[in-house]
């Protein structure tokens, strides 16, 4: 069966170090994957975008790696502040028919102290 | 930086009631999508929309669901015959092309009584 999991419901982290949350998936090939930010009650805002020929994308201090070999990707914040205590969601571009649904984890809860 | 806005933020319905959500995409956006998200569980896909037409749909959108752009601006989703299982946040998203990622907007709360 189809599956996406995030390493770890919750994340607890100091400022300052380097977060990485991790999403493996099975029985897919997306031809990309998303990361998201959801914070309580609002919408999954857009991080990042990796394709399946995409190795690494940096923005800031975010980083994505794709390695569809071993189906994960692993999602970094560097030097990590309060600010990014939120819940991070890995989607996979997963549609047959090439009009891009998107399939999510149930995301990682991360959590910053200062 | 423009973005997706849903109406209401907060809809209360009694159960067996229809329920119209209102979403307003960015306006070059040609890829339109609802999903929802039950109270602790997973956002899940509900359906697509492209040129005027249904593109995809999950198992989830049923015979009590429909979508609608009944003009330039506006993406519906109706929820005929409400039932206590459809309580959950509704999530409108778009984008401008396949190759783009999706933009969501902040949902609307539905609870149904």
């Known amino acids: 069966s189809q599956k996406i999991e995030q390493n770890s419901e919750a994340l607890n982290i100091q400022e300052g170090k380097t977060a990485t949350l991790t999403c493996n998936y099975t029985n897919y090939s997306p031809a990309y994957l998303q990361w998201y930010r959801q914070d309580p009650g609002r919408g999954p805002v857009f991080l990042l975008l990796i394709r399946e020929n995409e190795k690494e994308k940096r923005k800031e201090r975010l980083k994505v790696t794709f390695d569809t070999t071993l189906k994960q990707s692993l999602f970094h914040i560097t030097a990590s502040q309060p600010a990014d205590s939120a819940t991070y969601l890995c989607?996979?571009?997963?549609?047959?028919?090439?009009?891009?649904?998107?399939?999510f984890g149930k995301g990682t809860m991360l959590l910053v102290s200062p | 930086e423009p973005e997706v806005t849903q109406t209401p933020s907060h809809q209360v319905t009694q159960m067996g009631q229809e329920v119209i959500l209102r979403c307003v995409p960015i306006s070059n956006h040609l890829y339109f999508y609802w999903y929802r998200q039950i109270l602790g569980q997973k956002v899940e896909f509900l359906v697509s929309f492209y040129n005027n037409e249904i593109s995809e749909k999950s198992e989830i959108f049923d015979d009590q669901f429909s979508v609608e752009r009944p003009d330039g601006s506006n993406f519906t989703l109706k929820i005929r015959s409400t039932k206590l299982e459809d309580s959950a946040m509704y999530f409108c998203?778009?984008?401008?092309?396949?190759?783009?990622?999706?933009?969501f907007g902040d949902g609307t709360r539905l609870s149904i009584l």
């Open positions: 989607a996979l571009d997963t549609a047959a028919s090439g009009y891009s649904t998107l399939t």
């Open positions: 998203a778009s984008r401008v092309d396949r190759e783009q990622p999706q933009h």
